[in-house]
């Protein structure tokens, strides 16, 4: 059983241009996770997604950020007019059901130049 | 606001003796813990987790104590291998049964360094 998949491994956008991410979950898992991960910090929760819903963005920045799972095909998360400060790994996590253990990807890095 | 803090940056341990990181958290809602391993360049790997309605968890070299009053987590890992040496995460999820029921609120990570 493959594990959480995310591409690209490595990003590298110029300030004002847009990135996507993208997130395979495991087989049979139906909710997912995106955090990100900034130097030196622990991981910030940002998105969580089922199947063709947003369940809770709260941690998502309200402008340029977006996250959707459709009903086919991965998860994306997509950050518009990229600033430096949006430099930081980004993990995307899955799980069974709700309030289950979540298992995560290895996660994009994204810098920005 | 830091809900979930783990105090201590790295921690170095000899190869079998124990390694015990800690963790406190100031959110009483939450009720689900868990502790996550990360080697760089690699996403946190699920270690071990304990609902709060338990005080302990084991599973192989790693358990973890839950002390609800203090508002304080463990995890203790006998006997330390070097394989071990990586960043610990504790983290901790709300039963509300609503929207924020599932995402993870993580410390800050310690460093484990186990020599042989």
């Known amino acids: 059983n493959a594990g959480v998949m995310q591409n690209p491994r490595h990003l590298v956008r110029r300030r004002g241009q847009e990135a996507r991410l993208r997130c395979s979950p495991m087989?049979?898992?139906?909710?997912v996770y995106w955090y990100r991960q900034l130097p030196e910090e622990g991981l910030k929760f940002m998105v969580y997604?089922?199947?063709?819903?947003?369940?809770?963005e709260s941690g998502m920045p309200k402008e340029r950020f977006s996250a959707e799972f459709p009903k086919e095909g991965p998860s994306i998360l997509r950050i518009q007019q990229v600033v430096r400060g949006d430099s930081a790994a980004y993990f995307c996590?899955?799980?069974?059901?709700?309030?289950?253990?979540?298992?995560f990807g290895p996660g994009t890095r994204l810098t920005v130049t | 606001d830091q809900q979930v803090k783990q105090n201590s940056p790295s921690l170095s341990v000899q190869e079998g003796r124990i390694s015990i990181l800690n963790c406190d958290y100031t959110n009483s809602m939450f009720d689900y813990f868990l502790w996550y391993k990360k080697y760089p360049a690699e996403g946190p790997t699920f270690l071990i987790s304990i609902s709060s309605i338990k005080d302990k968890n084991e599973d192989g070299r790693f358990t973890v104590f839950l002390n609800k009053s203090a508002k304080h987590l463990s995890l203790h890992i006998v006997p330390s291998q070097p394989g071990d040496s990586a960043v610990y995460f504790c983290?901790?999820?709300?039963?509300?049964?609503?929207?924020?029921?599932?995402?993870?609120?993580f410390g800050q990570g310690t460093i484990l360094t186990v020599h042989p």
């Open positions: 996590a899955s799980s069974p059901r709700q309030g289950h253990e979540q298992y």
């Open positions: 997604l089922q199947k063709e819903n947003i369940i809770d």
């Open positions: 983290a901790a999820s709300l039963d509300t049964g609503g929207t924020s029921y599932g995402k993870l609120t």
């Open positions: 087989k049979g898992h139906s909710h």
